[in-house]
């Protein structure tokens, strides 16, 4: 039974004078900060300004590199080969390890963002090769990825530290994957639910698939969203029920080791 996890939310999407999400309210409560890297989401001056207050408050900092789409948000789906999406992965990480870098800070991590994330979770070619990108530029950077996914396996074929990811509020099927937010039931709304499973995934290693059966999980890290105010809330109460129960939160650097 484990007592330790890490919280996460992808945040510094804003651009130029365009405000999204609510990210100095988030990075009160969770313990790893995934930020855009410019791409899908993000700019200069956001990216300094969101490493500098996740810094201050003592998170771990990653980089989230998206698909070079501002007018869908990195969520739809690009037709790329394993070749680009590790230079894709390399540009931005690039990038957000440079004003780190600027501020005496080391990228603690990878998330990648939207589509891109969906890809690489089923398309294990493609997964291998963005981890190889990443270790290329810094070996001790930790992949965050689904749990379970394609992307687990080829991280850890690579030679790099992967963290496995839940949510606290998807559904999933049986075989490990969420289910699509086309169909019913794909989001859960009961908060005090969401955070039951949360706490079975956690400490046990379990969930309840959207079919009623009992699957195996890894959940090193829970991803949150924080971009309006009820979602904020939730964020709050997840860490709060999660500490009442014994269980600590503790940026990833803290767990893998």
Same mark, same amino acid.
């Given at each position: 039974?484990?007592?330790? =996890?890490?919280?996460?939310?992808?945040?510094?999407?804003?651009?130029g004078?365009?405000?999204i999400?609510?990210?100095?309210? #988030?990075?009160?409560? #969770?313990?790893? !900060?995934?930020?855009g890297?410019?791409?899908?989401?993000?700019d200069p001056?956001?990216?300094?300004?969101t490493i500098d207050?996740g810094?201050?408050?003592?998170?771990?900092?990653?980089?989230?590199?998206?698909?070079?789409?501002l007018?869908g948000?990195?969520?739809?789906?690009?037709?790329? *080969?394993?070749?680009e999406?590790?230079?894709y992965v390399?540009y931005?990480l690039g990038a957000?390890?440079? %004003?780190?870098?600027?501020?005496?800070i080391?990228?603690q991590?990878?998330k990648l963002?939207?589509? %891109?994330y969906?890809m690489?979770?089923?398309?294990y070619?493609?997964?291998?090769?963005i981890?190889?990108?990443?270790?290329? =530029?810094?070996?001790?950077?930790?992949?965050?990825?689904l !749990?379970?996914?394609?992307?687990?396996?080829?991280?850890?074929e690579?030679?790099?530290?992967?963290?496995?990811?839940?949510f !606290?509020?998807? !559904?999933y099927n049986?075989?490990? *994957?969420?289910?699509?937010?086309?169909?019913?039931?794909? #989001?859960?709304?009961d908060?005090?639910?969401?955070?039951?499973? =949360?706490k079975?995934?956690v400490k046990?290693?379990?969930v309840?698939?959207i079919t009623g059966?009992?699957i195996?999980?890894?959940?090193?890290?829970?991803?949150v969203?924080?971009d309006?105010p009820?979602? #904020?809330?939730?964020v709050k109460?997840?860490?709060?029920?999660?500490?009442e129960?014994g269980?600590?939160?503790?940026?990833?650097?803290e767990?893998i080791?």
């Open positions: 039974m484990r007592n330790m =996890v890490d919280l996460n939310s992808d945040l510094g999407e804003s651009f004078s365009y405000k999400g609510m990210d100095e309210e #988030v990075l009160k409560y #969770v313990s790893s !900060a995934n930020i890297c410019g791409w899908h989401a993000g001056m956001v990216m300094e300004k207050i810094a201050k408050n003592g998170l771990g900092i990653g980089a989230h590199p998206g698909f070079p789409d007018l948000f990195g969520r739809r789906k690009m037709d790329i *080969t394993p070749e999406g590790r230079n390399i931005q957000l390890q440079a %004003f780190a870098r600027a501020k005496g080391e990228v991590h990878v963002h939207g589509a %891109f969906n690489a979770a089923i398309d070619k493609l997964s291998l090769e981890a190889k990108g990443i270790y290329q =530029v810094d070996k001790d950077i930790i992949l965050l990825a !749990a379970g996914s394609q992307m687990v396996k080829a991280g850890k690579a030679g790099l530290k992967v963290a496995e990811e839940v !606290a509020d998807r !559904a049986s075989n490990g *994957t969420l289910v699509s937010r086309k169909l019913p039931g794909s #989001v859960i709304h908060k005090d639910s969401a955070i039951e499973r =949360v079975s995934m046990y290693g379990k309840k698939a059966e009992e195996d999980i890894k959940a090193d890290s829970i991803c969203h924080g309006n009820e979602a #904020v809330d939730f109460l997840i860490r709060e029920r999660l500490e129960d269980i600590q939160i503790k940026p990833l650097k767990i080791k």
